[in-house]
C-alpha cells in the first residue's frame, strides 16, 4: 500500500511513526517516574503475619489484660466479663478507688484532698495501683481498661494492623514473636477519645478504606491526623497511627514495663496535679521540663466508650452527670461488640453496624469470621 503512496506521504510517514513511538515511550518514562516518586514516600511492611498471631491470645497479644472499676458497679462489671468473654480475651479486675480511702500524707506533695474533685484523684490513684502491679509483677506490656469501654467486634483484626503500623513507624526489621508490638515504647493509647501528633511530625501508618472507620460526623473527636495527611488520605474513611504526644481519655492504653516505671515517676513520686489523662498526655508531649515519653495512637482510636439507654448519672463515676435520658451510645466505633451483645453471645453469625448502611466502605452487617482488614501503608 505504501508503494502507491505518492513519495513526498512516503518520507513523512516514518517520521510520523518514529514521533509517534518517541512520544509513547516518552510518556511511559514519564508517567513511570511520576509514579515512582509518589510511590516512594509509601511502603507496606515485610512483616510476616504469623509474627502477629499472639495477637489472638486471650490477653490480646500483651502480656496482662486489666479493668479498673469500683466493686459496686457491679452492672459494668458484668458487661465488661461477658464483652471480653465474646470477644476472646480476659481480664483481671482492679478495684476503682474512692478518695476517702486515701490519706493527705500517703499523697504526693502539691495534691490536697480537700480541694481537688474527689473523683478525679480516686480515678487517679487508681491507675497508679494498675502500674504499680504491672511493675511488681514484672509484665512485659500491659493492657488497661476502664469499666465502660467498648471495643469492634474485629479487634483482634484490627490489633494485628496496629502493631504492623507500629514497627513499621519504628523502623523494625523483625519481630518478636513473644512481643507482638514490640517493647521498645512507653504507652499506646489505643483507646480514649482523641490523640494528637506533634504538628512537626512527618510520618504516619494509613489504613484507608477501614470498614470499622466511623464517618468524621459520626465521631466525637478532636485533633487527629495533620492536614497535610488527610491530602493524602481521606480523613472519612482512613485510619491513621502515628506518634502521639498528646491524647485524653483513658478507656484503654497499653504500657511497657518501660513507660510504667516513667508515669508511676513521674505522676506518683513527683507530682502533676492534673486529672490521670491529662498528666499522661503531658508526658507524651514532654512539656514543661518532663522527659518525653514514647506514645503511639490510632486515629480514630480502637477502643471506645459505651453508654446504656438511660439516664446519665449512672454513666460515669467520675462525672456526676444528670437525670437526661439518653439512648444508647458507642462512641468513635462501628462495629461495637457491646451494641452486638446479644447477637454474639446467641452465636449470630453476623453483626450489624451502628450507623446502618451509610458509609460505602463499611456494610450494614458484616460477618467477623470473614472479615478481612485492609493493609496499611506507611508514609516516611
Ligand atoms: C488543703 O487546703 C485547705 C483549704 O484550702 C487548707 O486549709 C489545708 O491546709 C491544705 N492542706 C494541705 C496539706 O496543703
Ligand atoms: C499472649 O501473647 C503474649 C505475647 O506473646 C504473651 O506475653 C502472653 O503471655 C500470652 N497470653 C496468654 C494468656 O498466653
Ligand atoms: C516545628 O518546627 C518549627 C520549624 O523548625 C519550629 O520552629 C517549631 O518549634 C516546631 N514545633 C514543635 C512543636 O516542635
Redesign the pocket.
Known amino acids: 500500500m505504501i508503494s502507491q503512496l505518492p513519495s513526498q506521504t512516503r518520507k513523512i510517514i516514518p517520521i510520523v511513526i518514529a514521533f509517534f513511538v518517541a512520544y509513547v515511550l516518552l510518556s511511559f518514562v514519564i508517567a513511570d517516574n511520576r509514579d515512582t516518586v509518589g510511590l516512594s514516600r509509601f511502603s507496606q511492611s515485610g512483616l510476616r503475619d504469623r509474627d502477629f498471631d499472639d495477637i489472638s491470645n486471650t490477653t490480646l497479644g500483651f502480656e496482662h489484660i486489666y479493668a479498673i472499676g469500683l466493686k459496686e458497679r457491679t452492672d459494668k462489671r458484668d458487661f465488661l466479663t461477658v464483652a471480653a468473654s465474646v470477644s476472646g480475651f480476659d481480664v483481671d479486675w482492679v478495684d476503682g478507688v474512692r478518695s476517702q480511702d486515701l490519706q493527705?500524707k500517703a499523697l504526693p506533695n502539691?495534691y490536697?484532698?480537700?480541694?481537688i474533685e474527689p473523683n478525679v484523684i480516686g480515678c487517679w490513684r487508681a491507675h497508679m495501683n494498675v502500674l504499680k502491679s504491672v511493675i511488681a509483677n514484672s509484665y512485659s506490656t500491659a493492657l488497661v481498661l476502664e469499666d465502660d469501654a467498648d471495643w469492634d467486634v474485629n479487634i483482634k483484626t484490627q490489633l494485628r494492623e496496629f502493631a504492623r503500623g507500629l514497627h513499621s513507624l519504628k523502623g523494625d526489621k523483625k519481630v518478636s514473636k513473644q512481643a507482638p508490638y514490640g517493647t521498645d515504647w512507653d504507652l499506646l493509647w489505643i483507646g480514649g477519645c482523641s490523640s494528637a501528633a506533634d504538628v512537626n511530625e512527618t510520618q504516619f501508618y494509613a489504613i484507608p478504606n477501614d470498614p470499622t472507620v466511623p464517618r468524621v460526623e459520626r465521631r466525637r473527636t478532636w485533633f487527629g491526623p495533620l492536614d497535610s495527611w488527610k491530602e493524602e488520605f481521606p480523613e472519612d474513611s482512613t485510619r491513621f497511627i502515628y506518634r502521639a504526644q498528646e491524647g485524653c481519655c483513658t478507656f484503654g492504653y497499653a504500657v511497657t514495663a518501660r513507660g510504667a516505671k516513667k508515669i508511676l515517676t513521674a505522676l506518683a513520686i513527683d507530682h502533676i496535679e492534673l486529672p490521670v489523662d491529662v498528666a499522661m498526655a503531658e508526658l507524651c508531649g514532654g512539656l514543661g521540663d518532663r522527659e518525653r515519653i514514647e506514645c503511639f495512637a490510632p486515629f480514630p482510636n480502637l477502643i471506645g466508650t459505651y453508654r446504656p439507654a438511660g439516664p446519665a448519672y449512672k454513666d460515669s463515676d467520675i462525672n456526676s452527670g444528670d437525670q437526661n435520658v439518653h439512648e444508647e451510645q458507642a462512641y468513635n466505633l462501628v462495629y461495637s461488640t457491646r451494641r452486638n451483645i446479644h447477637r454474639l453471645v446467641s452465636g449470630a453469625e453476623t453483626v450489624f453496624s451502628q450507623w446502618g448502611e451509610e458509609s460505602p466502605w463499611s456494610p450494614g452487617e458484616v460477618n467477623p469470621k470473614e472479615f478481612v482488614y485492609p493493609r496499611g501503608y506507611h508514609f516516611h
Open positions: 493527705q502539691g490536697n484532698l480537700s480541694t
